[in-house]
Protein backbone atom coordinates (compact mmCIF):
# COMPACT_ATOMS: atom_id res chain seq x y z
CA UNK A 1 0.00 0.00 0.00
CA UNK A 2 3.30 2.13 0.46
CA UNK A 3 3.22 3.14 -3.11
CA UNK A 4 -0.17 3.59 -3.90
CA UNK A 5 -0.18 6.16 -1.30
CA UNK A 6 2.69 7.89 -2.76
CA UNK A 7 1.18 8.11 -6.11
CA UNK A 8 -1.81 9.75 -4.83
CA UNK A 9 0.29 11.82 -2.53
CA UNK A 10 2.08 12.97 -4.98
CA UNK A 11 -1.21 13.52 -7.29
CA UNK A 12 -2.49 15.16 -4.23
CA UNK A 13 0.64 18.38 -4.03
CA UNK A 14 0.07 18.93 -7.57
CA UNK A 15 -2.60 20.69 -6.68
CA UNK A 16 -2.47 23.82 -5.95
CA UNK A 17 -4.49 24.45 -2.64
CA UNK A 18 -2.89 27.19 -0.84
CA UNK A 19 -5.00 29.28 1.37
CA UNK A 20 -4.73 32.26 1.03
CA UNK A 21 -5.58 32.48 -1.92
CA UNK A 22 -8.73 30.67 -1.48
CA UNK A 23 -8.59 29.46 -5.53
CA UNK A 24 -10.01 26.10 -4.63
CA UNK A 25 -12.98 25.20 -7.20
CA UNK A 26 -15.04 22.50 -6.63
CA UNK A 27 -14.88 20.69 -9.99
CA UNK A 28 -11.65 21.79 -10.17
CA UNK A 29 -8.23 19.54 -9.44
CA UNK A 30 -9.16 18.15 -5.87
CA UNK A 31 -12.03 16.61 -7.70
CA UNK A 32 -10.20 15.73 -10.30
CA UNK A 33 -8.12 14.06 -8.29
CA UNK A 34 -10.36 12.23 -5.89
CA UNK A 35 -12.49 10.72 -9.00
CA UNK A 36 -9.50 9.14 -10.57
CA UNK A 37 -8.08 7.44 -7.01
CA UNK A 38 -11.35 6.50 -5.21
CA UNK A 39 -12.87 3.59 -6.54
CA UNK A 40 -15.68 4.21 -8.91
CA UNK A 41 -18.27 2.73 -6.88
CA UNK A 42 -17.74 5.80 -4.32
CA UNK A 43 -20.94 8.60 -4.12
CA UNK A 44 -18.76 11.70 -4.36
CA UNK A 45 -21.16 14.89 -2.71
CA UNK A 46 -20.27 18.46 -2.99
CA UNK A 47 -21.07 21.14 -1.12
CA UNK A 48 -19.75 24.42 -2.80
CA UNK A 49 -20.06 27.26 0.33
CA UNK A 50 -18.28 30.11 -2.17
CA UNK A 51 -14.55 31.75 -1.90
CA UNK A 52 -12.91 28.59 -2.26
CA UNK A 53 -14.61 26.59 0.38
CA UNK A 54 -15.45 23.37 0.10
CA UNK A 55 -16.18 19.60 1.02
CA UNK A 56 -16.11 16.79 -0.99
CA UNK A 57 -17.57 14.16 1.44
CA UNK A 58 -17.18 10.36 -0.23
CA UNK A 59 -19.11 7.57 0.86
CA UNK A 60 -19.56 3.61 -0.07
CA UNK A 61 -21.64 1.31 1.71
CA UNK A 62 -23.39 1.96 4.95
CA UNK A 63 -20.90 3.34 7.39
CA UNK A 64 -21.08 4.82 10.90
CA UNK A 65 -17.91 6.08 11.32
CA UNK A 66 -16.40 9.26 9.45
CA UNK A 67 -12.63 10.53 8.86
CA UNK A 68 -12.24 14.18 8.10
CA UNK A 69 -9.06 15.15 6.12
CA UNK A 70 -8.40 19.30 5.05
CA UNK A 71 -7.16 19.85 1.53
CA UNK A 72 -6.05 23.10 1.64
CA UNK A 73 -2.53 24.34 2.86
CA UNK A 74 -0.58 27.54 3.96
CA UNK A 75 1.18 29.33 1.08
CA UNK A 76 4.22 28.29 -0.02
CA UNK A 77 7.20 30.79 1.19
CA UNK A 78 10.67 31.28 -0.39
CA UNK A 79 13.64 29.50 0.50
CA UNK A 80 12.43 25.91 -0.73
CA UNK A 81 15.20 23.68 -1.99
CA UNK A 82 12.82 21.27 -3.29
CA UNK A 83 9.75 22.55 -5.57
CA UNK A 84 6.80 22.99 -2.99
CA UNK A 85 4.06 21.78 -5.48
CA UNK A 86 5.91 18.62 -6.40
CA UNK A 87 6.24 15.53 -4.44
CA UNK A 88 10.06 14.89 -3.82
CA UNK A 89 11.23 11.36 -2.16
CA UNK A 90 14.86 10.18 -0.48
CA UNK A 91 14.83 6.90 1.34
CA UNK A 92 13.01 7.97 4.41
CA UNK A 93 11.32 11.75 3.81
CA UNK A 94 8.35 12.81 1.22
CA UNK A 95 8.71 16.75 1.01
CA UNK A 96 5.82 18.88 -0.51
CA UNK A 97 3.70 21.73 0.62
CA UNK A 98 0.91 19.92 2.68
CA UNK A 99 2.39 16.59 2.62
CA UNK A 100 2.54 16.81 6.63
CA UNK A 101 -0.74 18.93 7.04
CA UNK A 102 -2.05 17.31 5.81
CA UNK A 103 -2.46 15.74 2.58
CA UNK A 104 -0.23 12.45 3.51
CA UNK A 105 -3.24 11.53 5.42
CA UNK A 106 -5.73 12.21 3.08
CA UNK A 107 -3.56 10.06 0.11
CA UNK A 108 -3.19 7.60 3.14
CA UNK A 109 -7.23 7.52 3.91
CA UNK A 110 -7.56 7.19 -0.21
CA UNK A 111 -5.75 3.70 -0.17
CA UNK A 112 -7.14 2.09 2.54
CA UNK A 113 -10.70 3.28 1.56
CA UNK A 114 -10.45 1.44 -1.46
CA UNK A 115 -9.57 -1.76 0.38
CA UNK A 116 -13.02 -0.89 2.90
CA UNK A 117 -16.72 -2.05 2.01
CA UNK A 118 -18.33 0.74 4.50
CA UNK A 119 -16.63 3.96 4.74
CA UNK A 120 -17.09 7.60 4.54
CA UNK A 121 -14.46 10.28 4.30
CA UNK A 122 -14.96 14.13 4.22
CA UNK A 123 -12.31 16.23 2.33
CA UNK A 124 -12.99 20.03 3.70
CA UNK A 125 -10.81 22.96 2.14
CA UNK A 126 -10.91 25.90 4.36
CA UNK A 127 -9.48 24.70 7.97
CA UNK A 128 -6.17 27.11 7.08
CA UNK A 129 -8.37 29.73 6.71
CA UNK A 130 -9.12 30.51 10.22
CA UNK A 131 -12.98 30.00 9.78
CA UNK A 132 -14.09 26.58 9.57
CA UNK A 133 -17.08 27.51 7.70
CA UNK A 134 -16.84 23.42 5.68
CA UNK A 135 -16.95 21.64 9.19
CA UNK A 136 -19.48 23.94 10.79
CA UNK A 137 -21.68 23.89 7.43
CA UNK A 138 -21.64 20.09 8.06
CA UNK A 139 -21.99 19.74 11.26
CA UNK A 140 -25.21 21.29 10.75
CA UNK A 141 -26.30 18.83 7.77
CA UNK A 142 -28.50 16.18 8.18
CA UNK A 143 -25.53 13.71 6.92
CA UNK A 144 -23.29 14.27 10.48
CA UNK A 145 -25.96 12.59 12.29
CA UNK A 146 -25.63 9.47 10.54
CA UNK A 147 -21.85 8.35 12.32
CA UNK A 148 -21.53 7.64 16.06
CA UNK A 149 -17.16 8.45 15.74
CA UNK A 150 -15.59 10.95 14.32
CA UNK A 151 -11.68 10.84 13.39
CA UNK A 152 -9.64 13.99 11.96
CA UNK A 153 -6.64 13.46 10.49
CA UNK A 154 -4.03 16.26 11.73
CA UNK A 155 -0.14 15.56 12.55
CA UNK A 156 0.03 13.20 15.76
CA UNK A 157 2.62 10.78 15.04
CA UNK A 158 -0.25 8.18 14.32
CA UNK A 159 -1.41 8.47 17.80
CA UNK A 160 -4.77 9.37 19.37
CA UNK A 161 -5.05 12.78 20.67
CA UNK A 162 -8.15 13.34 22.98
CA UNK A 163 -7.55 16.56 24.00
CA UNK A 164 -6.16 20.29 22.35
CA UNK A 165 -5.93 23.92 23.45
CA UNK A 166 -8.41 26.41 21.79
CA UNK A 167 -8.38 28.95 19.80
CA UNK A 168 -9.53 32.67 20.46
CA UNK A 169 -8.50 35.46 17.83
CA UNK A 170 -9.69 38.95 18.60
CA UNK A 171 -9.71 42.41 16.98
CA UNK A 172 -10.26 45.69 18.89
CA UNK A 173 -10.30 48.87 17.07
CA UNK A 174 -9.72 51.66 19.33
CA UNK A 175 -10.89 55.67 18.54
CA UNK A 176 -9.00 58.70 19.71
CA UNK A 177 -9.26 62.27 18.17
CA UNK A 178 -5.96 63.38 16.08
CA UNK A 179 -4.22 66.69 16.63
CA UNK A 180 -1.08 68.27 17.47
CA UNK A 181 1.15 66.52 19.58
CA UNK A 182 1.85 70.17 21.29
CA UNK A 183 -1.71 69.99 22.55
CA UNK A 184 -0.70 68.00 25.57
CA UNK A 185 -4.56 67.37 27.00
CA UNK A 186 -5.04 65.58 23.75
CA UNK A 187 -2.45 62.89 24.50
CA UNK A 188 -5.00 61.43 26.57
CA UNK A 189 -7.46 60.73 23.84
CA UNK A 190 -4.44 59.22 21.56
CA UNK A 191 -5.77 55.83 19.88
CA UNK A 192 -2.44 54.23 20.30
CA UNK A 193 -2.29 55.55 24.22
CA UNK A 194 -5.57 54.04 24.13
CA UNK A 195 -4.17 50.14 22.67
CA UNK A 196 -0.78 50.35 25.11
CA UNK A 197 -3.07 50.99 28.74
CA UNK A 198 -5.22 48.08 27.51
CA UNK A 199 -1.94 45.90 26.65
CA UNK A 200 -0.48 46.54 29.55
CA UNK A 201 -3.73 45.98 31.66
CA UNK A 202 -4.84 42.59 29.91
CA UNK A 203 -1.40 41.15 30.24
CA UNK A 204 -1.52 41.92 34.14
CA UNK A 205 -5.33 40.45 33.58
CA UNK A 206 -3.95 37.59 31.81
CA UNK A 207 -1.58 36.71 34.53
CA UNK A 208 -4.07 37.05 37.13
CA UNK A 209 -6.39 34.79 35.62
CA UNK A 210 -3.64 31.66 35.02
CA UNK A 211 -2.72 31.80 38.23
CA UNK A 212 -6.57 31.93 39.57
CA UNK A 213 -8.21 29.50 37.30
CA UNK A 214 -5.28 27.15 35.40
CA UNK A 215 -2.78 26.67 38.33
CA UNK A 216 -0.20 28.91 36.32
CA UNK A 217 -0.60 27.12 32.88
CA UNK A 218 -0.48 29.21 30.04
CA UNK A 219 -3.33 30.62 27.79
CA UNK A 220 -1.11 31.79 25.20
CA UNK A 221 -1.88 34.91 24.66
CA UNK A 222 -0.56 36.74 22.39
CA UNK A 223 -0.75 40.63 21.01
CA UNK A 224 -0.31 40.05 17.25
CA UNK A 225 -0.09 42.81 15.88
CA UNK A 226 -0.47 46.84 16.79
CA UNK A 227 -0.78 49.56 13.99
CA UNK A 228 -2.38 53.00 14.55
CA UNK A 229 -1.07 56.79 13.88
CA UNK A 230 0.21 58.80 10.69
CA UNK A 231 3.50 60.63 12.24
CA UNK A 232 4.96 60.91 15.92
CA UNK A 233 4.32 64.62 15.61
CA UNK A 234 0.37 64.19 15.38
CA UNK A 235 -2.00 62.26 17.95
CA UNK A 236 -3.59 59.08 16.95
CA UNK A 237 -6.83 58.98 15.68
CA UNK A 238 -7.53 55.29 15.25
CA UNK A 239 -5.21 52.10 16.33
CA UNK A 240 -6.21 48.46 15.97
CA UNK A 241 -4.92 45.68 17.95
CA UNK A 242 -5.29 42.12 17.12
CA UNK A 243 -4.57 39.59 19.75
CA UNK A 244 -5.03 35.48 20.19
CA UNK A 245 -4.97 33.11 23.02
CA UNK A 246 -5.05 29.13 22.77
CA UNK A 247 -7.11 28.03 26.23
CA UNK A 248 -5.99 24.64 28.02
CA UNK A 249 -8.70 21.69 26.96
CA UNK A 250 -11.53 21.83 29.18
CA UNK A 251 -11.36 25.42 30.09
CA UNK A 252 -13.32 27.82 27.60
CA UNK A 253 -12.34 30.83 25.63
CA UNK A 254 -15.68 32.80 26.84
CA UNK A 255 -13.91 32.61 30.54
CA UNK A 256 -10.81 34.54 28.97
CA UNK A 257 -13.04 37.03 27.65
CA UNK A 258 -14.98 38.08 30.48
CA UNK A 259 -11.52 38.23 32.42
CA UNK A 260 -10.33 40.98 30.16
CA UNK A 261 -13.53 42.83 29.96
CA UNK A 262 -14.06 42.73 27.02
CA UNK A 263 -16.94 45.27 25.60
CA UNK A 264 -17.90 47.58 23.45
CA UNK A 265 -17.24 51.34 24.27
CA UNK A 266 -17.05 54.64 22.83
CA UNK A 267 -13.30 54.31 22.45
CA UNK A 268 -13.16 50.81 21.83
CA UNK A 269 -14.89 48.41 19.49
CA UNK A 270 -14.23 44.43 19.62
CA UNK A 271 -14.87 41.67 17.22
CA UNK A 272 -13.90 37.65 17.75
CA UNK A 273 -12.58 36.78 14.32
CA UNK A 274 -12.17 33.20 15.49
CA UNK A 275 -13.89 30.93 18.50
CA UNK A 276 -12.48 27.80 18.09
CA UNK A 277 -13.10 25.43 21.32
CA UNK A 278 -10.69 23.50 22.68
CA UNK A 279 -10.90 19.74 23.06
CA UNK A 280 -12.60 17.99 24.64
CA UNK A 281 -15.40 20.51 25.86
CA UNK A 282 -16.22 18.40 29.19
CA UNK A 283 -14.57 15.55 31.35
CA UNK A 284 -17.08 12.83 31.10
CA UNK A 285 -16.66 13.60 27.33
CA UNK A 286 -13.17 12.64 27.35
CA UNK A 287 -13.44 9.70 29.38
CA UNK A 288 -15.69 8.46 27.01
CA UNK A 289 -13.67 9.22 24.07
CA UNK A 290 -10.88 6.55 26.21
CA UNK A 291 -13.18 3.99 26.65
CA UNK A 292 -14.13 4.26 22.68
CA UNK A 293 -10.38 4.28 22.12
CA UNK A 294 -9.76 1.35 24.38
CA UNK A 295 -12.37 -0.55 22.28
CA UNK A 296 -10.42 0.32 18.75
CA UNK A 297 -6.94 -1.00 20.34
CA UNK A 298 -5.40 2.69 19.88
CA UNK A 299 -2.34 4.30 21.66
CA UNK A 300 -3.75 7.85 23.30
CA UNK A 301 -1.09 10.21 23.36
CA UNK A 302 -0.66 13.37 25.50
CA UNK A 303 -2.80 16.57 24.69
CA UNK A 304 -1.57 18.87 21.95
CA UNK A 305 -1.37 22.40 21.85
CA UNK A 306 -2.37 23.08 18.07
CA UNK A 307 -6.30 23.90 17.49
CA UNK A 308 -7.84 21.05 15.26
CA UNK A 309 -11.74 21.25 14.18
CA UNK A 310 -12.11 17.74 16.01
CA UNK A 311 -13.61 20.29 18.66
CA UNK A 312 -16.79 21.26 16.36
CA UNK A 313 -17.27 17.46 15.70
CA UNK A 314 -16.95 16.91 19.28
CA UNK A 315 -19.90 19.36 20.03
CA UNK A 316 -22.28 16.54 18.58
CA UNK A 317 -21.92 14.33 21.31
CA UNK A 318 -19.70 11.50 19.73
CA UNK A 319 -16.27 10.11 20.11
CA UNK A 320 -13.93 12.05 18.61
CA UNK A 321 -10.18 11.73 18.11
CA UNK A 322 -7.49 13.36 16.54
CA UNK A 323 -4.92 11.07 14.43
CA UNK A 324 -2.52 11.42 11.39
CA UNK A 325 1.23 11.15 10.54
CA UNK A 326 3.76 13.16 11.08
CA UNK A 327 4.66 16.03 13.52
CA UNK A 328 3.37 19.23 13.98
CA UNK A 329 7.24 20.88 14.08
CA UNK A 330 7.20 19.32 10.03
CA UNK A 331 4.26 21.29 9.23
CA UNK A 332 3.84 24.98 7.85
CA UNK A 333 7.62 24.87 7.30
CA UNK A 334 9.97 25.65 4.55
CA UNK A 335 10.48 22.26 2.80
CA UNK A 336 7.61 20.33 4.58
CA UNK A 337 7.74 16.95 5.24
CA UNK A 338 6.83 13.58 6.71
CA UNK A 339 8.40 10.39 7.46
CA UNK A 340 7.05 7.71 4.57
CA UNK A 341 7.44 5.09 7.48
CA UNK A 342 4.58 7.19 8.68
CA UNK A 343 2.13 7.29 5.72
CA UNK A 344 2.26 3.54 5.83
CA UNK A 345 1.96 3.39 9.42
CA UNK A 346 -1.40 5.85 9.06
CA UNK A 347 -2.45 3.57 6.49
CA UNK A 348 -2.47 0.76 8.46
CA UNK A 349 -3.94 2.43 11.15
CA UNK A 350 -7.04 4.21 9.25
CA UNK A 351 -7.52 0.69 7.46
CA UNK A 352 -7.94 -1.32 10.56
CA UNK A 353 -10.26 1.74 12.03
CA UNK A 354 -12.47 1.45 8.50
CA UNK A 355 -12.95 -2.38 8.88
CA UNK A 356 -13.68 -2.36 12.79
CA UNK A 357 -16.30 0.88 11.98
Known amino acids: M ?8 SDLVACDTQNPPRGIESQGPVYRCLTQWLDPSFELRVEDYGIGRVNWLAVRGK ?24 LSLD ?55 LFDSFVIAEPTGCQAVLGHRGYLSVTGKFQGISGHTSQHQLLAKSANHLAARWVAEALQQVAEFEVAHLNGESTCF ?16 HCTVTWSARMPAGFLNQKLLQALQIEDTPETQWQTTFDGP ?11 TQVWCQEQGLEVANDVDFWTEAAL ?18 AHTVDEWVAIEQLE ?10 QQG
Open 222 to 237: NVGRIEGGLKNNMVSE
Open 63 to 86: PTRLFNVHLDTVPAAEGWSHPPLQ
Open 2 to 9: KQRVLEIL
Open 313 to 330: FARLGKPTIVLGPGDISQ
Open 278 to 288: PLPGSPGQHQE
Open 91 to 145: AEKAYGRGVCDIKGAAACLIAAANQSDDVAILFSSDEEGAQSCCITEFCRSADAS
Open 345 to 354: QAANRYLKLM
